[in-house]
């Protein structure tokens, strides 16, 4: 019998369980920029709901002061998910895109999260050198990277001051 050897990894494909749309931990919850925000109170208005946020990237500059990344504070099932499926889709953030890849911000390190089942089902697998092949959402990964860095140096070069409010 010919065996085909395998080339290469699995890539990733989502089972839709939807265990990424749970959460505990306020770590875990999604990180937005002000732009996100707005868009997902719009829908929330839309929809009668109402959403929590806490300020996590914020900007001092000599005439205000103002935040750049929430995190959006989800206790439990996500209000816009419904049955497996995201009912905005289309228009949910990034964070939700590039999962299960996780950008540490402002370090801007990507990480794997383990709270995704396929992620832990072949995690033993993987290597880091794997992941650009693996996820297509590296790309998104790579986009979020891209904004953070670039909003970091225009504030160092405006001398503004930046914190993270974390809990
Ligand atoms: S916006 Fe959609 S993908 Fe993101 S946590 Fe909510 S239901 Fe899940
Ligand atoms: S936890 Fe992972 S496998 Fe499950 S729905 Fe989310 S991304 Fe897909």
């Not at 890539?11 to 707005?38: G, T």
């Not at 540490?104 to 072949?122: D, M, Q, T």
Request: charged share 30%; glycine share 2%.
């Amino acid at each position: 019998m010919l065996v085909i050897p395998k080339l290469s990894k699995d890539k990733f494909a989502c089972k839709r369980c939807p265990d990424c749309c749970f959460f505990k931990k306020e770590e875990e919850m999604p990180l937005i920029f002000y732009w996100e925000k707005e868009e997902l109170e719009k829908i929330a208005e839309e929809r009668g709901l109402k959403l929590s946020f806490k300020n996590f990237l914020v900007v001092e500059t000599p005439q205000e002061e103002f935040v750049y990344i929430y995190r959006w504070i989800i206790n439990g099932k996500c209000p816009f998910l419904n049955g497996v499926d995201c009912m905005i889709h289309n228009r949910k953030p990034l964070s939700c895109r590039m999962f299960p890849l996780v950008v540490e911000i402002p370090k801007n390190r990507v990480y794997l999260s383990l709270r995704c089942r396929w992620v832990r089902e072949h995690i033993r697998e993987l290597s880091p050198a794997d992941l650009p092949y693996v996820f297509e959402e590296i790309e998104i990964a790579a986009k979020v990277i891209g904004m953070v860095n670039d909003f970091l140096r225009i504030a160092k070069e405006n001398s503004w001051k930046i914190r993270t409010e974390t809990t």
